[in-house]
């Protein structure tokens, strides 16, 4: 039974280009969660979608930053022109919406914008 | 969500017990205790949750007082590999998790 999957594990962008992210959620999960990592610090919410729904946005900066959780296929990050603060360990969780069940992580995909 | 308090480190001899402390005095009642860890850069590991009673899995225990004001996890017999963040998280019925500093606990030989 697989994890949580992203890919890629690593990413290089140049300033001003796009980056996608992408998580495959465990087998019977249909919530994702993505957080965010700076070096040297905890990890912070960013989004929560549904299949197909975006529940909870509160966490995603209000600019170059979307997420979609389509009916079929990965939860894609998309970050639009891309600068340097965007260099960041991106988390993906998956959880099956079940009252209190837990939230399970992927090992992340590594930003780094030259 | 309720906040918690961890101390920022802690050592452990390996082979013995590990003992996390957790404070989370404004916990309300549907508000689970949620325990993770973080190894290097990896992506965060559940271990462990509860409401009020103890609990125990294949990696660890978790033990919440009466009151449910504070909590302890437990590896009863840690490896280097336990060297690891690990993080109390209180949460309610869904939504994310706010992680904190949580405590570096470092195994040592």
């Known amino acids: 039974n697989a994890g949580v999957m992203q890919n890629p594990r690593h990413l290089v962008r140049r300033r001003g280009q796009e980056a996608r992210l992408r998580c495959s959620p465990m087998?019977?999960?249909?919530?994702v969660y993505w957080y965010r990592q700076l070096p040297e610090e905890g990890l912070k919410f960013m989004v929560y979608?549904?299949?197909?729904?975006?529940?909870?946005e509160s966490g995603m900066p209000k600019e170059r930053f979307s997420a979609e959780f389509p009916k079929e296929g990965p939860s894609i990050l998309r970050i639009q022109q891309v600068v340097r603060g965007d260099s960041a360990a991106y988390f993906c969780a998956s959880s099956s919406g079940a009252l209190n069940q837990p939230q399970h992580f992927g090992d992340g995909t590594r930003l780094s914008i030259l | 969500d309720a906040k918690t308090t961890q101390p920022t480190s802690m050592d452990c001899a390996e082979g013995r017990a590990a003992n996390l402390p957790c404070n989370h005095s404004t916990i309300s009642g549907n508000e689970y205790v949620y325990w993770y860890r973080q190894i290097h850069s990896q992506g965060p590991q559940y271990i462990i949750h509860?409401?009020?009673n103890n609990e125990t899995n294949e990696m660890a225990s978790l033990i919440i007082t009466e009151d449910r004001k504070s909590s302890t996890l437990i590896l009863p017999h840690a490896t280097l590999r336990d060297t690891a963040v690990y993080y109390c998280i209180a949460r309610g019925s869904q939504g994310n998790l706010i992680f904190g500093k949580g405590t570096k606990l470092s195994v040592k030989p």
């Open positions: 509860g409401l009020k």
């Open positions: 979608l549904q299949k197909e729904n975006i529940i909870d």
């Open positions: 087998k019977g999960h249909s919530h």
